[in-house]
């Protein structure tokens, strides 16, 4: 079966806010979704509700096929070396290869520092990279071009568009401009509570 991931009807509460309503999604293999809107407006919290990392007010998700997600959260333990840190997650996702996202993210000659010295764009490879590795087809993305720099971004987008390619789905919250492969735009202000 292809990946597919489904949001329907769904709405945003944190505190005693709602942020917004009656929000419906539906990709299938090979979408792309670029949700954009000002800050404060709930790109991240949708991200996370499409993550499974909170709940809807409203509404359900369901997806098929596994969920891969980067925000401004670093999932890499910051005291190892990025090899080791890696290595946690090649252990957990079975796949003890980084092969291709790896060389083209650059991260040879990263591997050996520990994570708390790479800086913010090289903390950002890293998380895509691991993210990519985890062979998810379904890419939760918010703001994944920050502290990247201009050949990374296009690096980047060049990914994405190989991923929808290849049944994917890729689902971005982006203040920048990114270039994805047939964008379904979602301006998240035309759903504000
Ligand atoms: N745990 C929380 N409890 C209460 N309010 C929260 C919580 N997390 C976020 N918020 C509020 O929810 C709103 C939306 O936050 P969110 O991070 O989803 O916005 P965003 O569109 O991604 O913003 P930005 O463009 O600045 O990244 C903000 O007003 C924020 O203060």
Redesign the pocket.
């Known amino acids: 079966m292809q990946a597919r991931l489904a949001a329907k009807d769904i709405a ?1 509460r ?4 709602l ?1 917004f309503r009656k929000l419906s999604i539906d990709c299938v293999a090979g979408d792309a979704v670029h949700v954009t ?12 509700i499409l993550a499974g990392l909170l709940r809807p007010y409203a509404g359900d998700v369901q997806h098929y096929g596994g969920r891969g997600l980067v925000d ?1 959260r670093l999932a890499l333990d910051a005291n190892l070396p990025l090899s080791k840190a890696l290595a946690f997650w090649e252990r957990l996702d079975g796949n003890a290869d980084m092969g291709r996202a790896g060389d083209l993210l650059q991260l040879a000659p990263l591997l050996d520092i520990p994570v708390r010295y790479l800086s913010t764009g090289q903390k950002k490879r890293a998380a895509l990279a691991r993210m990519i590795n985890s062979n998810c087809p379904i890419w939760l993305l ?2 994944p071009l920050n502290g990247l720099d201009h050949h990374a971004q296009t690096v980047f987008e060049a990914l994405i568009d190989q991923h929808c390619g290849a049944g994917g789905i890729a689902i971005v ?1 982006s ?1 920048q401009p990114i270039a994805l492969p047939a964008p379904q735009a979602v301006a ?1 202000a035309d759903f504000a509570a």
Do not use: Q
């Not at 944190?14 to 806010?17: D, H, K, Y």
């Not at 809107?37 to 996370?48: C, Q």
């Open positions: 945003c944190r505190g005693e806010r942020l809107g000002p800050n404060g407006v709930g790109k991240s919290s949708l991200i996370r401004e918010d703001e919250a203040h998240l």
